[in-house]
């Protein structure tokens, strides 16, 4: 059984420009759920994805966006980087309203 | 505005001794609940999840869960050095898709 993976682990981006985020979720679930963690602070709920459809979103802005595929794996897109949108992006998978798995993240830093 | 309160800590324990973790929530109608153990510099791993009061073991740990006082609780028996890492303690939003995570409680373990 393949566990959730994310790509790439580190990103280096300048203010204003553009980000995507990748995911696989683990094998059998199709539920894919994207988190935002600062240092020293919880992981922040941004949107989940279920069949392809958005199926909840946190308190982020609209240039947070993102995309679920038919085989359940998942984008997540940044528009116009701010410096605050440094932190570490986690993936989860898991089937709808069950447990949810996290992949290893993407550690993305804005300068 | 839903939150989960966990105390920062550090908690410090010596080895073989119990370490206890509390956590409360505010969202009444709260049904899942989760505790997730990360390394630092590493992803949450979940270690275990609660649904209804009572206890639930799972070797060293025990997790306890009073839906009336809005209290989970983790018990982590025999506490070895390996045990030292952020514990994060997750709810399940009443539509079933975001967790809601506290800030984590930093547990160091004395050999």
């Known amino acids: 059984e393949t566990g959730v993976t994310q790509s790439p682990t580190h990103l280096i981006k300048t203010r204003g420009q553009q980000v995507t985020l990748r995911c696989s979720s683990q094998s059998g679930h199709n539920t894919v759920s994207w988190y935002q963690q600062a240092l020293g602070q919880g992981p922040q709920f941004i949107f989940q994805y279920y069949r392809e459809e958005e199926n909840g979103r946190g308190n982020f802005p609209p240039r947070f966006s993102g995309l679920q595929f038919p085989n359940y794996s998942s984008e997540l897109n940044v528009n116009a980087l701010e410096l605050d949108d440094s932190a570490l992006y986690l993936c989860?998978?898991?089937?709808?309203?069950?447990?949810?798995?996290f992949g290893p993240g993407t550690r993305l830093t804005v300068l | 505005q839903k939150e989960v309160e966990q105390n920062s800590g550090p908690l410090s324990v010596p080895e073989g001794a119990i370490a206890s973790l509390n956590c409360t929530y505010s969202?009444?109608?709260?049904?899942?609940f989760f505790w997730y153990r990360q390394y630092s510099g590493k992803s949450p791993e979940l270690i275990m999840s609660i649904y209804s009061n009572g206890d639930k073991e799972d070797g060293r740990f025990t997790a306890q869960l009073n839906k009336a006082s809005q209290y989970v609780s983790l018990l982590i028996r025999d506490s070895q050095p390996s045990d030292s890492a952020t514990y994060l303690c997750?709810?399940?939003?009443?539509?079933?898709?975001?967790?809601?995570f506290g800030k984590g409680t930093t547990l160091s373990v004395s050999s």
């Open positions: 989860a998978s898991s089937l709808v309203g069950d447990e949810q798995f």
């Open positions: 997750a709810v399940n939003s009443q539509a079933g898709t975001a967790l809601i």
């Open positions: 969202d009444r109608v709260s049904q899942s």
